[in-house]
Each structure stands twice: as structure tokens, then as C-alpha cells.
């Protein structure tokens, strides 16, 4: 049996980590119908992250632990990036008074040594609502620096656009995790 590689989700209060991990687990579920409900359905309920969740998934390349670290631990999370294989950063893009925030949880997560080659995906979460928001989503790319980051980490960084609640993207970052797994057997 492989041995699990675990998986970092960071960003700040309320951008939807907790929602990300129980799609995820839904979707790769043996067991589960892989439905991840339709965008009238109502998504599953969440509690606000006061500590850590942890949820393994099972890819076809092993498993992997999702530990989500919440919002309010930021100034904990230095101590558990030498440990993760991997990591999903959480944006709500529709959220422009906060954006601030995030870019600078972000940043100092990338600048930390335990980091460094080691993949990160940055997730855009709520694109559903970001119309009811006056940043787009491409300024908020821009005020993150996604084309620097990219160029920075080069094939280590990537991006997903998307919604928990209508489950945009969810796919698409269990593949990356997925992929990522496999790379680091």
C-alpha cells in the first residue's frame, strides 16, 4: 500500500475550504455516487474552521490527506508546511475587502522555505457570485499576481476558477491533486 501524501488547504476565514474538502472527498469517493449535486441543490452545511479538519481521499495514485488549517490559525500554519506534500490556496474572489488579506497569507506561505519545489494550486472560489462584486475576477488575478507567481514557480503553480457551492472547477483540482500525488512517489 502507497503511503499517504497530505495536502495543505490554506486561505483565509470564510473563502470556502471547508466546503473545497467535502467536495473533494465526494467526489473521489469509492462509494459515492460522484454527484456533486446541481447548482439549485443546496450544498452541504459547514461550520467555520476553528482548528484543523482532516479528510483522506483515495486517488488512483494513493491516498492523500486533506488537512485544512482555518482562517484564524494563519499565524500556526508556518508549522505545518514541511509536512505537506502539496497545497491548495483558497481565494474568495468575491470578496474584495478581504482580498488584501489573502495576498499577503499568500504570500508569506509561498516565501516560507518549506515550500520551495513543492506544487501550489490557487483556487478563485465564488466566481458564481463575483458578478455581485465591484473587483473581477481578472483584477483579483492581477492584484495576486498570478502571471508573476506562474512565471515565478513555473510548472509548480497553477490556477483554478471556480465555485464550491456549484461545484466549478472541483474536477479540475482533483486532478491536480491527483497528478501531484503521482509525482511525489
Excluded at 506561505?109 to 458578478?131: Q, Y
Excluded at 510548472?155 to 472541483?170: A, I, P, Q, W, Y
Aim: charged share 25%; proline share 5%; glycine share 6%.
Amino acid at each position: 500500500m502507497k503511503m499517504e501524501k497530505q495536502c495543505l488547504i490554506l486561505g483565509p476565514q470564510n473563502c470556502g475550504k471547508t466546503l473545497l474538502i467535502k467536495r473533494l472527498q465526494n467526489l473521489s469517493s469509492s462509494s459515492g455516487s460522484k454527484d456533486l449535486g446541481s447548482r439549485d441543490a443546496l450544498p452541504p452545511p459547514t461550520q467555520p474552521t476553528t482548528g484543523t479538519t482532516l479528510l483522506t481521499i483515495t486517488t488512483t495514485h494513493g491516498p492523500v490527506l486533506l488537512k485544512e488549517y482555518g482562517g484564524k490559525m494563519a499565524p500556526l500554519w508556518h508549522k505545518a508546511l514541511s509536512k505537506a506534500s502539496m497545497y491548495i490556496y483558497v481565494i474568495d474572489a468575491s470578496n474584495p475587502w478581504e482580498l488584501g488579506v489573502a495576498i499577503v497569507l499568500l504570500m508569506e506561505t509561498l516565501v516560507h522555505e518549506s515550500t520551495a519545489e513543492k506544487p501550489i494550486l490557487l483556487f478563485f472560489n465564488k466566481t458564481d457570485i463575483i458578478e455581485h462584486s465591484t473587483t473581477s475576477l481578472e483584477e483579483c488575478k492581477s492584484l495576486c499576481r498570478v502571471s508573476d507567481l506562474a512565471e515565478k514557480y513555473k510548472n509548480l503553480f497553477s490556477v483554478v476558477d471556480g465555485s464550491c457551492v456549484t461545484c466549478e472547477g472541483m474536477e479540475d483540482i482533483l486532478r491536480w491533486v491527483t497528478e501531484n500525488r503521482a509525482k511525489r512517489d
